[in-house]
């Protein structure tokens, strides 16, 4: 629970920081920093329910094929990837400035989250490191990309 509060926390903070910066630079005022921070949180929520849809999809998928374990990682991989893709997008064509720099913002917040999330879920990341960061990297990539193509 503490640690699910810090952080929520946290990435509250990263947005509201993220915000006043780009903000700042582009000469607006405090509705332009909250709007931005409306956006993220958009973008963050449907990146979630295409994931959840995706993953539902997957295990319809998995129930009716049963693959082997090598390919079920890379499915879940490639949702993920999408699913911050997607986030990425929406949230570069929703601020429309800095557009790889948010949908990079999207990616790191979209992976945090999944770590938080599994977690919570199994009181610890049972993952080898090179896993993790090879996830963080295709989360950070594919919303990094999906801002550039705004």
């Known amino acids: 629970m503490a640690g699910e509060v810090y952080t929520n926390f946290s990435i509250g903070i990263f947005l509201q920081r993220a915000a006043y910066i780009n903000n700042r630079q582009e000469g607006g005022d405090f509705m332009t920093a909250r709007t931005n921070i409306w956006i ?5 929520i449907i990146s979630y329910v295409i994931t959840g849809v995706l993953l539902l999809f997957a295990a319809l998928l998995l129930y009716r094929l049963e693959p082997q374990q090598s390919m ?9 990837v999408l699913s911050s893709f997607f986030g990425g997008l929406l949230a570069g064509k929703g601020i429309r400035s800095r557009k790889f720099l948010w949908g990079l913002a999207t990616g790191a917040l979209y992976f945090l989250m999944l770590l938080a999330a599994s977690w919570i879920s199994g009181g610890q990341v049972e993952a080898p490191a090179s896993q993790i960061i090879t996830t963080m990297l295709l989360c950070l990539g594919g919303g990094m990309l999906g801002g550039m193509l705004a």
């Open 40 to 44: 993220m949180l958009r973008s963050l």
């Open 72 to 80: 079920v990682s890379v499915g879940i991989l490639v949702i993920y």
